[in-house]
């Protein structure tokens, strides 16, 4: 895998969908209302790497999230995005925005007639864009950057006398909330610049609920598509990408502020990338792993479909980077150790990718109780999850290490 030559190429889909293809109203109640506006179109934004008989697609969706039965199979759905590309090789992520429709089969909008058209529109929009993006690769190099932004994020699992509360129940957010942890407020980005100079794509890792505008009966992409909106302005992102971390206990200071909160997170968050320190060009040999795992349901949680629970993992590496894509809504913590437990010189851990499998609370979490841990649709998986997500996800990275040493 060495010295082989890396190219990339990009490529934005619109995936906006009709109003009548609701938001979520309530996850415990399983309810949905149909849009009243669009404030900003959601995107699919497709990063395609190729190295030797390597090539994989990254597609970041302004979604709340998908799984096997919002899609009416997995398979059959990554199967039909491309000729070019191995399902496998396809790793869908998305931003989490609240501001998208109800596509988590948390209520019966999936069944409708406009949701099964919108859904199909998608697969080919996306199929159009990994096309697109294939013939625009262009031999690349690859820069890291790293910088922190302060004042946007926080553990929101605050203990009370009467259990877990969320921060947004608890304002205004006080200097100690703002100060507990495990937070991780680095923004981490991954910049290809073509070999000419040219910017082709720009991926910023950053860890927040994007929640600014939840319940708010527009569409938008919240936080994630107001950065790109500012770093598309400069001559230097080229096509940017959000990747959200394990953000299943992190939240902004306040939720369903509006709009403006939104564009001032996202405003910030681009102003943190322009500001970041940058290493100097990696090298750009790329290798890719993919696995699936079950992991155990919850006794006396329903789960009609148990592939809804069925975990799969994808990671890249170019160089010493690692991208590691998990599934479902996984702590902070978890993350954390990855990231220390890692062989890799860079790892991000990237979640909220592939088919969601609820939240992932740690032990600890569970013993404390709160949303999170459920029991419900949201989170039915059972107390060792994290644990076992942890150890499979450092097991899929020594894989890629070792592959990529072959």
Same mark, same amino acid.
């Given at each position: 895998?060495?010295?082989?030559?890396?190219?990339?190429?990009?490529?934005?889909?619109?995936?906006?969908?009709?109003?009548?293809?609701?938001?979520?109203?309530?996850?415990?109640?399983?309810?949905?209302?149909?849009?009243?506006?669009?404030?900003?179109?959601?995107?699919?934004? &497709? !990063?395609?790497?190729?190295?030797?008989?390597?090539?994989?697609?990254? +597609?970041? =969706?302004?979604? $709340?999230? /998908?799984? *096997?039965?919002?899609?009416?199979?997995?398979?059959?759905f990554k199967t039909g995005m491309s000729a070019e590309?191995?399902?496998?090789?396809? &790793? !869908?992520?998305?931003?989490?925005?609240?501001?998208?429709?109800?596509? +988590?089969? =948390?209520?019966? $909008?999936? /069944?409708? *007639?406009?949701?099964?058209?919108?859904?199909?529109?998608?697969?080919?929009?996306?199929?159009?864009?990994?096309?697109?993006?294939?013939?625009?690769?262009?031999?690349?190099?690859?820069?890291?950057?790293?910088?922190?932004?302060?004042?946007?994020? $926080?553990?929101?699992?605050?203990?009370?006398?009467?259990?877990?509360?969320?921060?947004?129940?608890?304002?205004?957010?006080?200097?100690?909330?703002?100060?507990?942890?495990?937070?991780?407020?680095?923004?981490?980005?991954?910049?290809?610049?073509?070999?000419?100079?040219?910017?082709?794509?720009?991926?910023?890792?950053?860890?927040?609920?994007?929640?600014?505008?939840?319940?708010?009966?527009?569409?938008s992409p919240d936080f994630p598509g107001e950065m790109?909106?500012?770093?598309?302005?400069?001559?230097?992102?080229?096509?940017?990408?959000?990747?959200?971390?394990?953000?299943?206990?992190?939240?902004?200071?306040?939720?369903?502020?509006?709009?403006?909160?939104?564009?001032?997170?996202?405003?910030?968050?681009?102003?943190?990338?322009?500001?970041?320190?940058?290493?100097?060009?990696i090298a750009t040999d790329l290798a890719v792993r993919?696995?699936?795992?079950?992991?155990?349901?919850?006794?006396?949680?329903?789960?009609?479909?148990?592939?809804?629970?069925?975990?799969?993992?994808?990671?890249?590496?170019?160089?010493?980077?690692?991208?590691?894509?998990?599934?479902?809504?996984?702590?902070?913590?978890?993350?954390?150790?990855?990231?220390?437990?890692?062989?890799?010189?860079?790892?991000?851990?990237?979640?909220?990718?592939?088919?969601?499998?609820?939240?992932?609370?740690?032990?600890?979490?569970?013993?404390?109780?709160?949303?999170?841990?459920?029991?419900?649709?949201?989170?039915?998986?059972?107390?060792?999850?994290?644990?076992?997500?942890?150890?499979?996800?450092?097991?899929?990275?020594?894989?890629?290490?070792?592959?990529?040493?072959?």
């Open positions: 895998m060495h010295n082989k030559v890396l190219q990339a190429g990009a490529a934005i889909a619109d995936i906006t969908p009709p109003l009548e293809v609701g938001l979520l109203t309530s996850s415990v109640e399983g309810t949905y209302a149909p849009f009243t506006a669009v404030r900003l179109p959601l995107k699919a934004r &497709i !990063l395609v790497l190729v190295s030797g008989n390597e090539k994989v697609a990254l +597609v970041s =969706l302004d979604l $709340l999230a /998908l799984n *096997d039965t919002s899609v009416d199979g997995w398979d059959a590309i191995a399902p496998e090789n396809i &790793i !869908l992520t998305c931003t989490h925005t609240h501001t998208a429709p109800e596509s +988590v089969a =948390l209520s019966e $909008l999936y /069944l409708s *007639d406009e949701y099964r058209k919108w859904l199909y529109e998608i697969q080919q929009r996306i199929k159009i864009a990994i096309s697109a993006a294939i013939h625009s690769v262009k031999e690349c190099y690859v820069s890291i950057g790293s910088t922190k932004l302060d004042g946007y994020s $926080l553990q929101r699992r605050i203990p009370t006398a009467t259990g877990i509360t969320m921060s947004d129940a608890l304002q205004p957010v006080t200097v100690e909330m703002m100060n507990r942890e495990p937070v991780d407020r680095r923004v981490q980005a991954v910049r290809f610049t073509a070999v000419d100079g040219r910017a082709v794509a720009t991926i910023v890792h950053a860890v927040c609920h994007p929640v600014h505008e939840m319940c708010l009966p527009h569409i790109c909106l500012a770093l598309e302005e400069t001559p230097w992102a080229g096509m940017p990408l959000f990747l959200n971390g394990a953000a299943g206990d992190v939240n902004p200071p306040t939720v369903s502020g509006g709009a403006e909160d939104a564009r001032r997170h996202g405003r910030a968050l681009a102003g943190a990338v322009q500001k970041a320190v940058w290493t100097t060009a993919h696995m699936e795992m079950d992991f155990p349901i919850r006794s006396g949680v329903d789960v009609s479909n148990p592939l809804d629970a069925l975990a799969r993992i994808n990671a890249i590496a170019i160089g010493p980077l690692a991208i590691l894509f998990l599934p479902g809504e996984p702590f902070t913590a978890t993350a954390m150790e990855i990231e220390y437990r890692s062989p890799f010189a860079y790892t991000l851990v990237a979640a909220y990718a592939e088919n969601s499998i609820g939240y992932i609370p740690t032990v600890e979490a569970f013993d404390a109780g709160g949303y999170e841990t459920g029991p419900g649709r949201w989170s039915f998986l059972a107390p060792v999850t994290a644990q076992l997500l942890e150890e499979a996800a450092l097991h899929l990275l020594d894989q890629l290490y070792h592959k990529k040493r072959v």
